[in-house]
């Protein structure tokens, strides 16, 4: 490709020839994801009118009710919120926790410090106003042992009061490990054995559909995620969902609306066809995020730099950490890759603070969905390791572009 250098062109020709069983084995699991989703539609009967606008307290709007169960089927769980009503993952995710959780109950995060923006959910290293340890929830986390899940001090920490532990899907902003599906069966069923009515929640944030079952169909007894990352296939234009165990999933959706109202009311404003058709496509357009996500492996590994997870190993998220080793290449790759988006490919980004996080943050997100993060952006606090977590693809081949645009823009790249 003529617009970037000899040197890059050559490494991309060898990164591309090297990951090509790994681009197979991504669209088998995007097959079969995508024959269960086809599964799902069928069983639900989805049609036509479904897509239709609702609006008010929007009762019986059977366009959102049918892709509830839609989505819950596709997981394995027994009931499902999937909706525009969740403003982020954030969103979703505090639901769960707010609404279940009770004052006295203690939750247990098992993969050392979760989400930053869920540090500000659960007030988990300052008492944070409305945080839910303001509500008097006691917390306590597990510090990782060698970056994972120091299973025996999780185990052992349970106590009666124990009510909730949180599971961390992703790696979040962290070089530790993502868990696998057979991490997190392996977790259910420890912490079940010693408490069986503990709740294990997971964030599932990035994970939908990157292996072919989820956290609900392997033990956990209640999931949430974001719409503008994986299962909105980067056409829903805002949501969040939650997925789980019926009596548990009320709860939370009487923390989204209100108690005794739940989930029957919400009008679709007209999104549901978006919902619906992200949904069908996301199977597939996570299949180029990871694609894309294997692919930066092995270019930056290629251009000398250490990349989690590495090209061979195996995944559970969208996410592929590169570390840069400094603040400057950081916001150098940022840079090159937001030139390389279809949106805002003129602005330049630059560091700054965010709302839910401790760090200043740089963001690379040209996007079509404000923030979205199933389409091809990147992001990371400047903090050591400076490492960049890209994430997202529409398209491999755009994928491919980014990530050598974004190293064409690294200080001293021809030396
Ligand atoms: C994205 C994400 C969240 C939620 O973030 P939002 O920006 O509110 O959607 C929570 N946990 C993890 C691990 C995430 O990746």
């Known amino acids: 490709m003529m617009q970037f250098t000899t040197k890059l062109e050559k490494i991309r020709r060898e990164a591309l020839m090297a990951i090509r069983p790994r681009l197979e084995t991504i669209e088998e699991i995007s097959t079969v994801n995508t024959a269960k989703t086809l599964a799902a539609f069928r069983k639900h009967r989805v049609s036509g009118h479904m897509f239709n606008f609702s609006t008010g307290y929007a009762y019986d709007d059977v366009g959102r009710d049918t892709l ?32 279940v959780l009770r004052p006295g109950d203690e939750l247990i995060s098992a993969a050392g410090a979760p989400y930053d923006t869920m540090q500000s959910v659960i007030g ?32 052992a920490s349970i106590t009666e009061q124990t009510k909730m532990v949180l599971i961390q899907r992703s790696r979040g902003y962290s070089l530790r490990a993502p868990l696998m599906l057979a991490d997190i069966e392996r977790l259910c069923s420890r912490i079940k054995a010693v408490k069986p009515d503990c709740i294990c929640f997971v964030d599932n944030c990035y994970g939908e559909f990157v292996e072919t079952k989820e956290p609900t169909q392997v033990g956990a007894d209640i999931m949430a995620g974001s719409l503008i990352k994986n299962p909105g296939g980067g056409i829903a234009p805002t949501g969040g969902y939650v997925a789980g165990r019926a009596h548990l999933v009320e709860l939370a959706s009487y923390r989204l609306t209100a108690p005794g109202i739940g989930s029957e009311v919400g009008s679709s404003l007209g999104a549901s066809r978006l919902l619906y058709q992200g949904l069908f496509m996301a199977p597939h357009v996570v299949a180029q ?39 400057d290449n950081m916001v150098a790759f940022c840079r090159g890759l937001q030139k390389h988006s279809p949106v805002d490919s003129h602005v330049r980004p630059v560091p700054s603070g965010m709302p839910g996080y401790d760090d200043a943050v740089v963001m690379a997100g040209g996007t ?27 398209s491999f081949e755009h994928a491919v572009l980014g990530v050598l645009g974004a190293a064409s823009e690294l200080p001293g790249i021809e030396d």
């Open 289 to 327: 995020a990871v694609k894309g996500a294997v692919f930066a492996a092995k270019f930056f590994a290629l251009l000398g730099y250490e990349t989690s997870p590495q090209v061979d190993e195996a995944r559970t998220d969208i996410i592929q950490a590169i570390k840069l080793n400094t603040p």
């Open 368 to 394: 079509f969905v404000q923030g979205s993060s199933i389409e091809m952006s990147a992001d990371g606090p400047l903090r050591p390791p400076y490492a960049v977590y890209l994430q997202g693809a529409l």
């Open 124 to 155: 988990a290293n300052r008492i944070t106003p409305g945080s839910l340890r303001d509500w008097g929830i006691s917390y306590r986390e597990i510090p990782l042992l060698d970056e994972s899940v120091d299973e025996e001090s999780l185990i």
């Open 68 to 99: 509830e169960l839609v989505w819950a089927d596709i997981c394995g769980a027994e009931k499902a919120l999937f909706r525009t009503q969740f403003c982020s993952g954030t969103h979703a995710l505090a639901s769960v926790l707010f609404g």
